[in-house]
């Protein structure tokens, strides 16, 4: 299978000396919050509100090299919090939404990096 990438699109191969880490996730938001507004139109008691998008200053990335392992390269992402959830047809807000993509199970893990 042949996977044809194009330069200077919303989503696919970034032009050097750009990257893409926050566009496509900023895209998959935007399509998740479109998707919870649609299924709204279907009546009472369907959709979401549109979560809010982009992550705050209570997110992080820490990476270097452990000497426990080593000097073996990590990275760990601490999630302190984020921007808040979106309402429901059941609930006014969704504590652990996160963000659109994440929509609620964040799940911690500790990434070994091997060369």
């Not at 032009?15 to 399509?31: E, G, L, Q, W, Y």
């Not at 998707?35 to 549109?50: H, I, P, R």
Request: with cysteine; charged share 15%.
């Amino acid at each position: 299978m042949n996977v044809l990438l194009h330069e200077s699109v919303v989503v696919d191969k970034p032009k050097f000396p750009h990257s893409c880490s926050v566009a496509t996730t900023n895209i998959a938001d935007r399509m998740v919050n479109l998707t919870g507004a649609a299924f709204a139109k279907l009546g009472d008691g369907y959709g979401l509100a549109e979560g809010a998008v982009g992550s705050g200053i209570g997110m992080a990335v820490v990476s270097g090299n452990d000497p426990r392992f080593g000097e073996a390269p990590f990275v760990n992402q601490l999630h302190l919090c984020t921007n808040g959830g979106p309402a429901s047809p059941l609930a006014d807000g969704w504590v652990t939404y996160g963000i659109p993509i994440v929509a609620g199970p964040c799940i911690a893990t500790r990434l070994k990096l091997t060369n």
